[in-house]
T-cell receptor, first 113, second 112 residues
Framework: NAGVTQTPKFRVLKTGQSMTLLCAQDMNHEYMYWYRQDPGMGLRLIHYSVGEGTTAKGEVPDGYNVSRLKKQNFLLGLESAAPSQTSVYFC????????????FGPGTRLTVL | GENVEQHPSTLSVQEGDSAVIKCTYSDSASNYFPWYKQELGKGPQLIIDIRSNVGEKKDQRIAVTLNKTAKHFSLHITETQPEDSAVYFCAASRGGSYIPTFGRGTSLIVHP
C-alpha cells in the first residue's frame, strides 16, 4: 500500500514550457486535491475532484488545469509555465464520508526559470 | 467562508519544554479540526484530530483542546524532543464540505 505518490519529485522548467504532474493513490479514495505551498503562505488549494470525471476550482486555479479520468489518478497541468508558479506542489486524497483526514503525497518541487 | 488564524508562526523551545500552538476559526458550523505535522522535505501527515462533540483528546505526548464557544483550538506537545521539530498546520472543516481550511503553519524548533 503506497498511499499517495507524486511524479516527478523535482523539475526545472523554462518560462513558457508545459508539464504535467501526476498524482496516484491506491486507497480507493473519492476525493483528491492539488495544493501549492509557498513560504509563509501555508497550503493553498489549486483544484480538487470529488470523483472520477469531476474537477472543481480551488483558491488559486489560474494557470493550471486538471483531469481525473481514472479514480486513482489526478493530473495537474501547467500549459505555459511562469516564474510565479515556482513552488512545492502537494497532492492529497481522502475518502468519502464523515472522516475528513487528508493523506498527502511527498510533494513535487517545481522551479520555473 | 471559513477563516483559520494560526499562532505563532515560529516557536523555539528547549528539549523537554512544552509547546503550545493556537488556532482560531470563524465558521461556527465547523466540526472537524485536524492537526498535521510536516517534516522537512515531506508532505503533511495527520498527528491528531478532534471533533466538535469532544473538548479534549490526548495521544501520548500530544493533546488537542477545543473551545467551541470561543472558536479556538490548540495543540499541546509535552516533553518536546528534537524530532518534534517540524511545521505544524491546523485545519477546520464542516460536515459535508469537501474542502478544509488550513492555518498558515507554525515552525517548531526544539533545541537539544
Amino acid at each position: 500500500n503506497a498511499g499517495v505518490t507524486q511524479t516527478p519529485k523535482f523539475r526545472v522548467l523554462k518560462t513558457g514550457q508545459s508539464m504535467t504532474l501526476l498524482c496516484a493513490q491506491d486507497m480507493n479514495h473519492e476525493y483528491m486535491y492539488w495544493y501549492r505551498q509557498d513560504p509563509g503562505m501555508g497550503l493553498r488549494l489549486i483544484h480538487y475532484s470529488v470523483g472520477e470525471g469531476t474537477t472543481a476550482k480551488g483558491e488559486v486555479p489560474d494557470g493550471y488545469n486538471v483531469s481525473r479520468l481514472k479514480k486513482q489518478n489526478f493530473l495537474l497541468g501547467l500549459e505555459s509555465a511562469a516564474p510565479s508558479q515556482t513552488s512545492v506542489y502537494f497532492c492529497a486524497s481522502r475518502r468519502e464520508g464523515r472522516t475528513d483526514t487528508q493523506y498527502f503525497g511527498p510533494g513535487t518541487r517545481l522551479t520555473v526559470l | 467562508g471559513e477563516n483559520v488564524e494560526q499562532h505563532p508562526s515560529t516557536l523555539s523551545v528547549q528539549e523537554g519544554d512544552s509547546a503550545v500552538i493556537k488556532c482560531t476559526y470563524s465558521d461556527s458550523a465547523s466540526n472537524y479540526f485536524p492537526w498535521y505535522k510536516q517534516e522537512l522535505g515531506k508532505g503533511p501527515q495527520l498527528i491528531i484530530d478532534i471533533r466538535s462533540n469532544v473538548g479534549e483528546k490526548k495521544d501520548q505526548r500530544i493533546a488537542v483542546t477545543l473551545n467551541k464557544t470561543a472558536k479556538h483550538f490548540s495543540l499541546h506537545i509535552t516533553e518536546t524532543q528534537p524530532e518534534d521539530s517540524a511545521v505544524y498546520f491546523c485545519a477546520a472543516s464542516r460536515g459535508g464540505s469537501y474542502i478544509p481550511t488550513f492555518g498558515r503553519g507554525t515552525s517548531l524548533i526544539v533545541h537539544p
